[in-house]
């Protein structure tokens, strides 16, 4: 087998990722293990230190993202080992009783880890909070959860009206709610969830669409009393429950596993075993896509840990078709668009995106710059006001790219890299650090490096 050429270059405060694909002879091959998911690794962190007694987290996300969060809560007086190795301890100051910091809580690049903690901030009475993040994070709209929020009575302050970080906020008790969100977000039901923790009475969230829902399941195994209704997608929560700290082994991330389903998928002669997957239903719309797509996977030893449904993916080349991606499956794939723009350029046919707005206000917005990038590539990619489309078997041709420190565009144009012609250059690479820390070297290992 031929292995590509697998460089990273320093490049001021950045790194270059330069990949040159051999001529010929290129395939995936392997078994491999991928890092704790990111959306339970924050949960179990926040979780952790709100609970009484210790909390053991197995398998958490070692990367820059779950590190924001943990950083936060240890200067809320939270003791947290150091995020270093397969057990991290977290010992809860129960229910109310984050400190008030002396510093800035700084949420860096995660979304999750300002959203989530500001239900709690905002529902501790007699507490002042501010928080901030990075470029990236403080152009991000907060309104979706400052607006809940301001219904339950907080206090909150921030620029552009309250709308964007840096945000002040003053704790108090709240009142309970019935928010009907207008976006299915998890990181909006998760905040307000958490609010409804230290609020008395019953707290309801009713979303358009199901997002992900770890906040439930792990608030429920944490002792917190949850109702679900999965016929109007709503959860209610009742205030001021115990919750006990957990032993929580943290499955590996779908959304990390998607850049090597695909890589499978779209290189010749490849097959890849992915092991240890979390595979939430809330989360699975990628396996769903491949297979309409026509992708070679199989679902194998199947099992449930701590809550969670896992499994381990084998995933074989195929070739793959068009298909169209909308309306209630976009939640459950939200983060995998981008690789699946990827797959989409290697498919024959027309792919169609829509009903995915959300992407414009990610890490970055992830359909404009995927767009832009892939085009650069040789691809035929269309951007629609809330989505893309892609007319399939252009092939691409390695060129210059940038992630736009979006962790999740720099890891794609990899994967997109792999099966272009000659050498791929990607800018700010590193940002893939964010949510898969060891993206490289699993790169190479797959690649035979
Ligand atoms: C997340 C929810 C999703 C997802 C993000 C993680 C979470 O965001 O895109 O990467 O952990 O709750 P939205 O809920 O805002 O769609």
Redesign the pocket.
Same mark, same amino acid.
Request: hydrophobic content about 40%.
């Given at each position: 087998m031929s292995s590509p050429i697998i460089q990273l270059q320093p490049v001021e405060q950045h790194q270059d990722l330069i990949i040159t694909t051999p001529a010929s002879g290129l395939s995936l091959q392997g078994t491999i293990k991928i890092p704790g998911d990111?959306?339970?690794s +924050?949960?179990s962190l926040m979780l952790g230190a709100i609970s009484e007694g210790e909390t053991i987290i197995h398998g958490l996300l070692l990367g820059e993202d779950p590190r924001s969060t943990a950083s936060c809560f240890q200067a809320m007086g939270v003791e947290i080992s150091e995020l270093n190795s397969d057990r991290v301890t977290v010992k809860g100051n129960g229910l109310g009783n984050l400190l008030e910091p002396t510093e800035v809580l700084n949420a860096g690049n995660s979304?999750?880890t300002l959203?989530?903690m500001l239900g709690l901030l905002a529902s501790h009475p007699d507490r002042f909070f501010t928080v901030t993040g990075d470029h990236s994070l403080c152009s991000r709209p907060m309104s979706?959860v400052v607006k809940p929020l301001q219904e339950m009575g907080a206090q909150i302050w921030g620029r552009k009206t309250n709308t964007l970080a840096p945000l002040a906020i003053q704790g108090q008790a709240l009142k309970p709610i019935h928010y009907h969100s207008p976006?299915?977000?998890?990181?909006?039901?998760?905040c307000i969830l958490l609010a409804g923790l230290m609020t008395e009475g019953l707290t309801k969230v009713t979303e358009p669409a199901l997002?992900?829902d +770890?906040?439930e399941r792990m608030l429920q195994a944490f002792g917190a009393k949850i109702d679900v209704d999965p016929a109007t997608n709503s959860v209610s929560i009742m205030g001021h429950p115990t919750l006990k700290g957990q032993t929580v082994i943290v499955p590996g991330d779908i959304?990390s596993a998607a850049f090597w389903m695909i890589a499978a998928a779209i290189v010749p002669d490849s097959n890849l075993l992915i092991e240890n997957v979390g595979i939430n239903p809330t989360r699975t719309g990628i396996l769903e896509v491949m297979q309409a797509m026509g992708a070679d996977i199989t679902l194998e030893n199947e099992r449930i840990v701590t809550g969670e449904p896992v499994a381990d993916l084998r995933v074989k080349h195929s070739h793959l078709k068009a298909c169209t991606i909308e309306g209630d499956l976009i939640?459950r794939l939200?983060?995998e668009i981008p690789i699946i723009a990827v797959a989409a350029t290697f498919a024959q046919g027309t792919t169609i995106i829509k009903d995915a707005a959300?992407l414009r206000?990610?890490e970055s917005d992830r359909l404009a710059v995927m767009a832009s990038a892939l085009n650069k590539m040789g691809a035929n990619v269309t951007e629609l006001p809330d989505g893309l489309e892609i007319i399939g078997g252009t092939g691409l041709t390695g060129t210059e790219v940038d992630s736009y420190t979006d962790h999740?565009i720099a890891m794609s144009l990899a994967i997109a890299a792999l099966n272009a012609k000659h050498s791929t250059i990607i800018h700010r690479a590193e940002a893939a650090g964010i949510?898969y820390p060891t993206f490289v070297s699993t790169l190479k290992q797959v690649c035979g490096e």
């Amino acid at each position: 087998m031929s292995s590509p050429i697998i460089q990273l270059q320093p490049v001021e405060q950045h790194q270059d990722l330069i990949i040159t694909t051999p001529a010929s002879g290129l395939s995936l091959q392997g078994t491999i293990k991928i890092p704790g998911d990111k959306s339970i690794s +924050h949960r179990s962190l926040m979780l952790g230190a709100i609970s009484e007694g210790e909390t053991i987290i197995h398998g958490l996300l070692l990367g820059e993202d779950p590190r924001s969060t943990a950083s936060c809560f240890q200067a809320m007086g939270v003791e947290i080992s150091e995020l270093n190795s397969d057990r991290v301890t977290v010992k809860g100051n129960g229910l109310g009783n984050l400190l008030e910091p002396t510093e800035v809580l700084n949420a860096g690049n995660s979304g999750t880890t300002l959203r989530l903690m500001l239900g709690l901030l905002a529902s501790h009475p007699d507490r002042f909070f501010t928080v901030t993040g990075d470029h990236s994070l403080c152009s991000r709209p907060m309104s979706r959860v400052v607006k809940p929020l301001q219904e339950m009575g907080a206090q909150i302050w921030g620029r552009k009206t309250n709308t964007l970080a840096p945000l002040a906020i003053q704790g108090q008790a709240l009142k309970p709610i019935h928010y009907h969100s207008p976006i299915a977000s998890a990181q909006v039901k998760s905040c307000i969830l958490l609010a409804g923790l230290m609020t008395e009475g019953l707290t309801k969230v009713t979303e358009p669409a199901l997002s992900r829902d +770890h906040s439930e399941r792990m608030l429920q195994a944490f002792g917190a009393k949850i109702d679900v209704d999965p016929a109007t997608n709503s959860v209610s929560i009742m205030g001021h429950p115990t919750l006990k700290g957990q032993t929580v082994i943290v499955p590996g991330d779908i959304s990390s596993a998607a850049f090597w389903m695909i890589a499978a998928a779209i290189v010749p002669d490849s097959n890849l075993l992915i092991e240890n997957v979390g595979i939430n239903p809330t989360r699975t719309g990628i396996l769903e896509v491949m297979q309409a797509m026509g992708a070679d996977i199989t679902l194998e030893n199947e099992r449930i840990v701590t809550g969670e449904p896992v499994a381990d993916l084998r995933v074989k080349h195929s070739h793959l078709k068009a298909c169209t991606i909308e309306g209630d499956l976009i939640p459950r794939l939200i983060d995998e668009i981008p690789i699946i723009a990827v797959a989409a350029t290697f498919a024959q046919g027309t792919t169609i995106i829509k009903d995915a707005a959300e992407l414009r206000v990610k890490e970055s917005d992830r359909l404009a710059v995927m767009a832009s990038a892939l085009n650069k590539m040789g691809a035929n990619v269309t951007e629609l006001p809330d989505g893309l489309e892609i007319i399939g078997g252009t092939g691409l041709t390695g060129t210059e790219v940038d992630s736009y420190t979006d962790h999740r565009i720099a890891m794609s144009l990899a994967i997109a890299a792999l099966n272009a012609k000659h050498s791929t250059i990607i800018h700010r690479a590193e940002a893939a650090g964010i949510s898969y820390p060891t993206f490289v070297s699993t790169l190479k290992q797959v690649c035979g490096e």
